[in-house]
Protein backbone atom coordinates (compact mmCIF):
# COMPACT_ATOMS: atom_id res chain seq x y z
CA UNK A 1 0.00 0.00 0.00
CA UNK A 2 1.50 3.28 -0.81
CA UNK A 3 2.16 5.75 1.55
CA UNK A 4 0.00 9.13 1.29
CA UNK A 5 1.37 12.53 2.32
CA UNK A 6 0.35 14.65 4.48
CA UNK A 7 -2.00 17.20 3.26
CA UNK A 8 -1.60 20.71 4.61
CA UNK A 9 -4.55 22.14 6.62
CA UNK A 10 -3.86 25.87 5.41
CA UNK A 11 -4.18 27.11 1.86
CA UNK A 12 -2.15 29.86 0.23
CA UNK A 13 -4.50 32.34 1.01
CA UNK A 14 -4.69 31.93 4.80
CA UNK A 15 -7.80 29.46 4.78
CA UNK A 16 -8.48 26.64 6.72
CA UNK A 17 -9.04 23.45 4.66
CA UNK A 18 -11.66 20.78 6.32
CA UNK A 19 -13.40 22.90 8.97
CA UNK A 20 -9.54 24.46 10.48
CA UNK A 21 -8.16 21.02 11.10
CA UNK A 22 -4.65 19.87 11.30
CA UNK A 23 -2.99 16.07 10.75
CA UNK A 24 -2.96 14.92 14.42
CA UNK A 25 0.73 14.80 15.38
CA UNK A 26 0.41 14.57 19.48
CA UNK A 27 -1.38 18.10 19.57
CA UNK A 28 -4.84 17.12 19.18
CA UNK A 29 -5.11 18.20 15.39
CA UNK A 30 -7.00 21.82 15.98
CA UNK A 31 -5.07 25.07 14.31
CA UNK A 32 -6.38 26.78 17.58
CA UNK A 33 -4.19 24.57 19.76
CA UNK A 34 -1.12 25.06 17.69
CA UNK A 35 -0.71 28.87 19.61
CA UNK A 36 0.29 27.45 22.24
CA UNK A 37 2.15 24.66 21.11
CA UNK A 38 4.56 27.43 18.93
CA UNK A 39 4.63 29.30 22.41
CA UNK A 40 5.95 26.13 24.29
CA UNK A 41 8.63 25.72 21.31
CA UNK A 42 9.72 29.27 21.60
CA UNK A 43 9.99 29.22 24.77
CA UNK A 44 12.11 25.72 25.25
CA UNK A 45 14.49 26.88 22.48
CA UNK A 46 15.00 29.94 24.76
CA UNK A 47 16.10 27.62 27.81
CA UNK A 48 18.46 25.91 24.86
CA UNK A 49 20.19 28.88 23.68
CA UNK A 50 20.78 29.74 27.51
CA UNK A 51 21.70 26.02 28.13
CA UNK A 52 24.34 26.44 24.72
CA UNK A 53 25.59 29.62 26.06
CA UNK A 54 26.95 28.23 29.38
CA UNK A 55 28.13 25.20 27.88
CA UNK A 56 30.42 27.53 25.44
CA UNK A 57 31.50 29.70 28.06
CA UNK A 58 32.55 26.92 30.19
CA UNK A 59 34.32 25.26 26.81
CA UNK A 60 36.09 28.74 26.22
CA UNK A 61 37.25 28.22 29.94
CA UNK A 62 38.73 24.82 28.97
CA UNK A 63 40.33 25.87 26.42
CA UNK A 64 42.38 28.31 27.97
CA UNK A 65 43.40 26.68 30.92
CA UNK A 66 44.23 23.04 28.51
CA UNK A 67 47.30 21.85 28.75
CA UNK A 68 48.74 21.61 25.44
CA UNK A 69 51.06 19.00 24.03
CA UNK A 70 53.82 21.50 24.05
CA UNK A 71 53.24 22.51 27.22
CA UNK A 72 53.23 18.21 28.37
CA UNK A 73 56.56 18.24 26.02
CA UNK A 74 58.26 20.96 27.80
CA UNK A 75 57.37 19.24 31.21
CA UNK A 76 58.57 15.79 30.23
CA UNK A 77 61.69 17.59 29.28
CA UNK A 78 61.91 19.44 32.30
CA UNK A 79 61.48 16.58 34.25
CA UNK A 80 63.81 14.41 32.58
CA UNK A 81 66.48 16.94 32.86
CA UNK A 82 65.91 16.77 36.23
CA UNK A 83 66.14 13.19 37.40
CA UNK A 84 69.09 13.27 34.78
CA UNK A 85 71.00 15.67 36.93
CA UNK A 86 69.74 14.18 40.42
CA UNK A 87 71.27 10.95 38.98
CA UNK A 88 74.50 12.86 38.02
CA UNK A 89 74.69 13.99 41.52
CA UNK A 90 73.98 10.29 42.72
CA UNK A 91 76.56 8.73 40.69
CA UNK A 92 79.49 11.36 41.97
CA UNK A 93 78.13 11.31 45.58
CA UNK A 94 78.66 7.33 45.29
CA UNK A 95 82.41 7.29 43.69
CA UNK A 96 83.53 9.51 46.92
CA UNK A 97 81.56 7.84 49.33
CA UNK A 98 83.05 4.29 47.98
CA UNK A 99 86.83 5.97 48.08
CA UNK A 100 85.92 6.91 51.73
CA UNK A 101 83.44 4.13 53.27
CA UNK A 102 84.42 0.87 53.68
CA UNK A 103 82.38 -1.68 51.58
CA UNK A 104 79.62 -2.54 53.99
CA UNK A 105 79.61 1.34 54.92
CA UNK A 106 79.63 1.85 51.47
CA UNK A 107 76.58 -0.40 50.30
CA UNK A 108 74.56 0.57 53.10
CA UNK A 109 74.74 4.69 52.27
CA UNK A 110 73.83 3.49 48.58
CA UNK A 111 70.51 1.89 49.75
CA UNK A 112 69.96 5.03 51.93
CA UNK A 113 70.88 7.24 48.46
CA UNK A 114 68.54 4.85 45.92
CA UNK A 115 65.57 5.18 48.64
CA UNK A 116 65.95 9.15 48.66
CA UNK A 117 66.21 9.19 45.13
CA UNK A 118 63.20 6.95 44.33
CA UNK A 119 61.44 9.07 47.07
CA UNK A 120 62.53 12.48 45.33
CA UNK A 121 61.49 11.29 41.94
CA UNK A 122 58.09 10.02 43.00
CA UNK A 123 57.72 13.37 44.82
CA UNK A 124 58.38 15.14 41.33
CA UNK A 125 56.53 12.87 39.41
CA UNK A 126 53.31 12.92 41.62
CA UNK A 127 53.88 16.94 41.41
CA UNK A 128 53.94 17.59 37.81
CA UNK A 129 51.16 15.02 37.71
CA UNK A 130 48.95 17.02 39.67
CA UNK A 131 50.45 20.09 37.60
CA UNK A 132 49.12 19.16 34.37
CA UNK A 133 45.62 18.13 35.65
CA UNK A 134 46.03 14.56 35.56
CA UNK A 135 45.50 12.55 39.41
CA UNK A 136 48.23 11.17 40.50
Known sequence: MARQSPQLAIDNTGGARGGGHLPPAGGGGNYDDMEPRVAKLENDMTD??????????RLDSIDRNMATKLDLS???????????????????????????????????????????TVGALGLLIRWF????GTSP
Open 48 to 57: IKVLLGKIET
Open 129 to 132: GVAA
Open 74 to 116: ESERRINERIGTVDGRVSKLEGSLESKLGYWQFVGTGLVMASL
